[in-house]
């Protein structure tokens, strides 16, 4: 019978992408993205010096036409050390920061960022990925990047890199996966790229790595046992040797990047920064002059007809999505391969989609920098615009992770698994399942209903980018 059931929920719902408000997995709680837009707005104004705001060695800061966000939820407490530094930046420059410096700083400060020096992830943690809810998500991962490996023409050496890996889950579960397939494993050159010290250690725990002594005596070779497969970490994509085939992994990497905000005000675009009061507690404001930023908002509206923009008053830019979307593009165009992005998004502009997650449940965006994690909704138009800029690469998708998974296979996988269960793993997978192509709640669940499975197989999307010489990648043929 359970296996009947997810087979005729699946032809039911895997195939369908719909835009209804519903909590995706990683929120674990309502989801409420405040997109805030207007019926009869203009087209954006060229930001310009204006006569009540003349350039001043003090910066003045234009409050109107401000969003007010709630107030802040947190008792008053010894500040952390974050909290000083972000104070220490505004008052050293004499003024507010961007909201992409915001995020930087609180995610990842070498000291006290959030991703840094702990494990957010899990049940425990602040928010569950799909990786930690179910061993078939990197096992259909592995399926995508072993028929590329394939439409490649099964190169001996590939570089297989994943920007952000978390615990290492994903990547455990797909070189598990992949484990039978020696030819494929045997190619592969596993390269992480992990800021976090922390999430370092746990990703060399889960990958079953061992550490040699290299050549060199001073060089350590690192394997996983898994596949036998080597191993490096990197703070960045730059790092990773070029000259072979790429094959790339960005799994909720894109929503935790540092972005800009915009609002529509009186003169035109204005640029949303953070700032102090007076009573030392932080707040928004809006910039009185032209940013840096406001290059890439232009670029934005660019890749947007007038109709769309003429109907917002707030707008997020992701230079760093932009300008790691070329880097990843380039390298495929010159190295060969391709790159394989799933995050919760829109297929175009996001209006104000920042949002603060701690333990499960949504906080406000300046209470306690650090204690929560800080993401937003992938501007996935901006991300396929920024590719079909760099000659050679070609861009497919996006599509819902349900059709994603669905067609590369999750339906049969979950009936094998089936065939071979308890009571107690069939009732976990058929959850997970859910989890990852469901939408909505369950509508199998019978337990409590605060703890009910909320699929996010809609919310999330997915897009590949490949060498433009090789074939269109599976599953968006």
Avoid at 74 to 96: C, D, Q, T, W, Y
Avoid at 314 to 325: M, R
Wanted: charged share 20%; glycine share 6%; proline share 6%.
């Amino acid at each position: 019978m359970l296996r009947k059931f997810l087979l005729q929920a699946s032809i039911r719902r895997n195939f369908t992408a719909s835009s209804s408000s519903f909590v995706f997995l990683r929120q674990c709680s309502s989801s409420s993205s405040s997109s805030s837009q207007i019926p009869n707005g203009h087209f954006v104004e060229h930001l310009e010096n204006s006569a009540e705001s003349p350039p001043s060695a003090t910066i003045s800061i234009d409050r109107t036409a401000l969003y007010n966000p709630p107030e802040h939820s947190h008792e008053p407490s010894a500040e952390s050390e974050l909290v000083k530094n972000l104070k220490n930046i505004i008052k050293f420059r004499g003024g507010p920061i961007t909201v992409a410096e915001y995020m930087e700083e609180v995610l990842t400060n070498p000291k006290a960022g959030y991703y840094i020096n702990r494990d957010v992830f899990g049940a425990d943690g602040d928010f569950i990925t799909s990786p930690e809810v179910s061993q078939m998500f990197g096992e259909m991962i592995g399926v995508w990047a072993m028929c590329l490996w394939e439409q490649m023409g099964k190169p001996n050496k590939v570089n297989l890199v994943e920007l952000g890996p978390g615990r290492g889950t994903l990547l455990a579960d797909l070189l598990r996966g992949a484990s039978k397939f020696k030819n494929f494993t045997d190619s592969l050159h596993i390269h992480m790229i992990e800021c976090s010290p922390a999430l370092q250690k746990l990703q060399y725990e889960n990958l079953k790595c061992t550490t040699e002594d290299g050549a060199d005596e001073n060089e350590k070779r690192i394997n996983s046992t898994i596949a036998e497969s080597p191993v490096s970490w990197h703070a960045m994509l730059e790092q990773v040797p070029t000259g072979l085939p790429t094959i790339i992994i960005a799994h909720e990497f894109f929503d935790a990047l540092p972005l800009h905000q915009f609002q529509k005000a009186s003169r035109g675009w204005c640029e949303k920064m953070v700032d102090i009061t007076e009573n030392s507690s932080f707040r928004f404001v809006l910039s009185p002059q032209p940013t840096p930023a406001t290059l890439y908002l232009m670029k934005r509206f660019k890749w947007a007809e007038t109709e769309e923009i003429a109907r917002l008053s707030h707008i997020e830019v992701c230079p760093k999505a932009i300008d790691l979307t070329q880097e990843i593009s380039k390298r495929i165009a010159i190295d060969g391969g391709g790159a394989l992005i799933i995050d919760y998004g829109v297929n175009g502009i996001v209006s104000n989609s920042l949002q603060a997650i701690r333990k499960h449940k949504f906080v406000d965006i300046l209470d306690n920098p650090g204690s929560a994690d800080l993401s937003a909704y992938v501007d996935f138009a901006a991300i396929r615009h920024s590719a079909e800029e760099v000659p050679g690469a070609s861009v497919h998708g996006p599509m819902t992770q349900s059709q994603f998974l669905g067609s590369l296979g999750i339906n049969f996988r979950v009936e094998a698994l089936l065939d071979n269960c308890t009571e107690e793993q069939a009732e976990s997978l058929r959850t997970g399942y859910w989890r990852l192509v469901g939408e909505g709640e369950a509508p199998f669940w019978e337990g409590p209903d605060d703890q009910t499975p909320i699929g996010m197989g809609t919310r999330y999307l997915a897009m590949a980018i490949v060498n433009q010489k090789q074939c269109v990648p599976a599953p968006f043929q």
